[in-house]
């Protein structure tokens, strides 16, 4: 039942998520509006419970399965966008890249250098 | 073999076909990585999304059908988004820390990813379609889901994106951090989750677990910002 009680959690932010999308007519999935309204409320409590953790975990390991039926699709729709994938390809690769390098540079030049105590944990 | 087809066709009017074979595969799937040695360049996902394309393609399941019952385990998108807050709420005190290095870095690096990849395929004919399934490219794929379909972009082309960008950002790490002597792992962790998504962060719990939890970080704050940044940056264009 500890599951099944955390699971209801997660659907009441994610219902209270769509009810805030329709409400306030946000861009937003309410997926998203769930999640940040369940993380101020666990910011709130101080702790997650048990059953919350409890169905939160397995569910997070699952995601991978549950993109699938999308990932598959590509597979599909490779006629549906002749003619597109030289620009598509050169935007994932380079742009990739780019934003790589990008990253890099500014934790390289905001992130305060490692103490020696960081060093010893790793 | 006509009357093996009009079977099929009349189990595929319930969703249970499409749930059971994405199961399946995604297990089979697993297997095979874990068989081959966990290889960075075809992650676990990628092998079970070619096996269910090859059953789909034997067996002459339509897409569309499949999809159609598919959508029944993809329900569980949602609650498994909200989950993703448990994580993110144990990483607050990450943040708290090294709140003002990842204010600064967090906003330019997550538009920059998709800027650079939309300005790219713009330079080259790409259709507003086109473009808006690959504006979420680094994001992780349940948060994407809701950008894309928000921006009017194809999420099986988004998908297909995610998975090029998270292999391409796990090589590209590497390839860098070895040109310039980058070790420090909250770095390359933060690098990997931002660019990466969860292809990124499974590669960062490799190097260690530093630069796991620091991906994990970057991964979530990404997602986080592009869903609230992407749609508005989208209407201010006027695509």
């Known amino acids: 039942m500890l599951e099944l009680r955390g699971f209801l959690w997660l659907t009441g932010f994610l219902l209270l998520g769509e009810a805030l999308v329709i409400w306030l007519g946000l861009p937003i999935s309410s997926g998203v509006i769930g999640m940040l309204a369940l993380t101020s409320w666990l910011i709130l409590r101080g702790h997650v419970s048990v059953a919350i953790k409890a169905a939160s975990q397995p569910l997070i390991t699952l995601l991978a399965m549950l993109i699938m039926p999308g990932v598959v699709g590509v597979f599909f729709i490779v006629d549906a966008f002749a003619g597109q994938w030289l620009a598509v390809g050169v935007a994932l690769i380079l742009g990739t890249l780019a934003s790589v390098a990008t990253t890099f540079w500014f934790m390289q030049r905001f992130m305060p250098r490692e103490t020696s105590e960081g060093r010893a944990e790793q | 073999m006509s009357s093996l087809a009009s079977l099929r066709d009349s189990l595929l009017i319930t969703p249970l076909p499409a749930i059971t074979l994405t199961i399946a595969a995604f297990l089979a799937g697993g297997w095979l990585f874990n068989r081959l040695g966990r290889p960075v360049w075809c992650p676990g996902v990628l092998m079970a999304a070619l096996l269910l394309a090859t059953t789909l393609a034997i067996t002459g399941i339509d897409y569309d059908v499949y999809r159609e019952g598919a959508g029944w385990l993809m329900l569980l998108l949602g609650p498994a988004t909200v989950a993703l807050a448990v994580p993110l709420y144990q990483q607050l005190p990450r943040i708290r ?22 300005g790219l395929a713009w330079l080259l004919g790409a259709t507003p379609e086109v473009l808006a399934s690959l504006a979420p490219k680094s994001v992780t794929a349940p948060i994407a889901i809701g950008i894309t379909e928000q921006l009017g972009g194809v999420v099986p082309l988004m998908m297909g994106g995610l998975l090029v960008t998270g292999v391409a950002s796990v090589a590209f790490v590497g390839l860098l951090a070895r040109l310039f002597g980058i070790q420090d792992q909250r770095v390359l962790g933060f690098v990997l989750g931002v660019n990466g998504h969860v292809i990124g962060t499974v590669r960062a719990f490799e190097i260690g677990t530093t630069a796991g939890a620091f991906a994990s970080l970057g991964m979530g704050l990404t997602g986080i910002f592009s869903a609230l940044f992407l749609p508005l940056a989208w209407r201010l264009l006027g695509l």
């Open chain 2, 97 to 118: 820390e090294l709140w003002r290095p990842i204010l600064i870095c967090l906003p330019p690096a997550a538009a920059l990813a998709a800027f650079y990849a939309i």
